[in-house]
């Protein structure tokens, strides 16, 4: 069982910055997981934003955020953050951290984590 509990969100305006932040507690060393970001807005799917691997070596993100948003992590301290630089409004979602049992899989699949944090509202004002 993992609980994850993110953190950071607000309202900004668009090229503003935002840092998440997610605290996970484990009976697992935190080390053990892949972590990843999802956000979902109002009337759409749940989608990849980005993933990093268990000691933060490699990450992913989606073309859609590339060259904006930074993920790091920190296994001394259980979290993991997303760094969101030059927001725009199209970025207006609530986002969630994830991870999954398996570390195999598609890190980019929303339906393959097992667990998820309750979520922070990011709202991007133009």
């Known amino acids: 069982q993992v609980q994850l509990v993110e953190s950071g969100g607000g309202l900004v305006q668009a090229g503003d910055s935002l840092r998440l932040s997610c605290a996970a507690s484990?009976?697992?060393?935190?080390?053990?997981?892949?972590m990843g970001w999802f956000r979902q807005a109002p009337g759409k799917e749940r989608e990849f934003v980005s993933a990093?691997?268990?000691?933060?070596?490699?990450?992913a993100y989606a073309d859609s955020v590339k060259g904006r948003f930074t993920t790091s992590r920190d296994n001394a301290g259980n979290t993991v953050d997303l760094q969101m630089d030059r927001l725009k409004p199209e970025d207006t979602a609530i986002y969630y951290c994830?991870?999954?049992?398996?570390?195999?899989?598609?890190?980019?699949?929303?339906?393959?984590?097992?667990?998820w944090g309750q979520g922070t509202r990011v709202t991007v004002s133009s």
């Open positions: 994830a991870t999954r049992c398996n570390s195999g899989g598609r890190y980019y699949v929303a339906s393959e984590h097992d667990y």
């Open positions: 990093i691997d268990w000691i933060g070596r490699t990450t």
């Open positions: 484990s009976g697992r060393p935190f080390s053990s997981y892949v």
